[in-house]
């Protein structure tokens, strides 16, 4: 059931913060993308150059990109597992302050309004109505929902497309997905396909049958920068 606008948010206008379409980016990570990163997903720097256009691409055309980003610390249930078992529990990775918690240089965000976990959305909303920026919401588990701003946040945008592309398609891509279809339906959301990866590629038809089933659309970079 599709959640109504959240109490008290900002109505906002044509030209300052309202949007109807956003770029959507996964968890682009140092620990993630690098071959030397504390998480590696395999195959993932062979997507650089495609994130790299889609990220100059909004950048150039003004369209706005809303990113998460891990932001761990010790106590998290995600790195509890002793050992990980790589499905729900994983090693330490993109620990808060550390070099691989960084994003990559080819999708630096502009002006990033950066949402903790632990904000009063309330807060975040106030802010969000005079920033003109990207957004990154920091999130201590897969799921980017589980930062309690994020409806809210897209709520108050208007938010009536995303373009999602990022690490890991089978874990933090499948959250955001997942979430935004169940939260948001009537949000139309596109899946850039050779701008994923997956931490098991052998997953990644099967996630993009089911999706599709549910209305998301796939498409190659090329095609996403064309028809936006």
């Given at each position: ?183 948001h339906p009537s949000i139309a959301v596109r899946v850039v396909a050779d701008a994923v990866r997956a931490i098991n590629e052998g997953h990644r038809e099967a996630l993009f049958d ?19």
């Amino acid at each position: 059931m599709r959640q109504g606008r959240a109490s008290g948010a900002p109505q906002p206008t044509p030209g300052a913060s309202a949007v109807t379409h956003v770029f959507w980016d996964v968890d682009t990570q140092v620990d993630f993308i690098e071959p030397d990163g504390k998480l590696y997903v395999q195959g993932a720097e062979t997507i650089r150059a495609n994130l790299a256009r889609l990220t100059t691409f909004a950048r150039e055309q003004g369209i706005r990109i809303v990113g998460s980003s891990d932001c761990h610390v010790p106590e998290d249930e995600e790195l509890s597992g002793d050992p990980p078992d790589f499905q729900n529990t994983f090693p330490p990775h993109c620990m808060r302050g550390s070099a691989g918690q960084a994003r990559i240089f080819e999708t630096t965000l502009h002006d990033a309004l950066i949402v903790e976990p632990d904000a009063d959305p309330a807060d975040v909303l106030a802010r969000i109505w005079n920033h003109g920026g990207d957004i990154l919401f920091h999130k201590r588990f897969f799921d980017v929902f589980t930062n309690p701003s994020v409806t809210p946040v897209i709520e108050a945008l208007q938010v009536t497309e995303v373009t999602l592309y990022g690490v890991a398609l089978d874990v933090c891509n499948r959250y955001a997905v997942e979430g935004l279809l169940q939260r948001h339906p009537s949000i139309a959301v596109r899946v850039v396909a050779d701008a994923v990866r997956a931490i098991n590629e052998g997953h990644r038809e099967a996630l993009f049958d089911d999706w599709r089933a549910k209305g998301v659309t796939t498409v190659a970079t090329e095609d996403a920068i064309r028809r936006t």
